[in-house]
């Protein structure tokens, strides 16, 4: 079974910083892009960042610059830093693989307080 567990999340000031995490176990993550989304409530879920299986990396406009997204194929995680956080950016963050099938975390919270 595909396991994608997000950790990381919290709150925290408007400026600041975390880091998340997504542990993988059940797919072959080495040759799966990985991706972000977030959801804040009553809105769409949005794609926030992805990572190619060769470390290709794109941002939606309203993050790039401030996150960065990376991967440790040995300890199958992604991480996703985040920097001069903004209240815009409170949401349920997601991690997400494609393949064998389009799989979620249950997701972590981040609220940025203003």
């Known amino acids: 079974q595909v396991r994608l567990v997000e950790s990381g999340g919290g709150l925290v000031p408007a400026g600041g910083s975390l880091k998340l995490s997504c542990a993988a176990s059940g797919i072959v993550f080495s040759v799966n892009a990985m991706r972000w989304y977030r959801q804040a409530p009553g809105k769409q879920r949005e794609l926030v960042a992805s990572?190619?299986?060769?470390?290709?990396?794109s941002y939606a406009d309203s993050v790039k610059g401030r996150f960065t997204i990376s991967r440790d194929n040995v300890r199958n995680t992604v991480y996703l830093e985040m920097n001069s956080l903004k209240p815009e950016d409170t949401a349920v963050y997601y991690c997400?693989?494609?393949?064998?099938?389009?799989?979620w975390g249950q997701g972590t919270q981040v609220t940025v307080s203003s």
């Open positions: 990572i190619s299986s060769g470390g290709s990396t």
């Open positions: 997400n693989a494609p393949f064998p099938y389009p799989s």
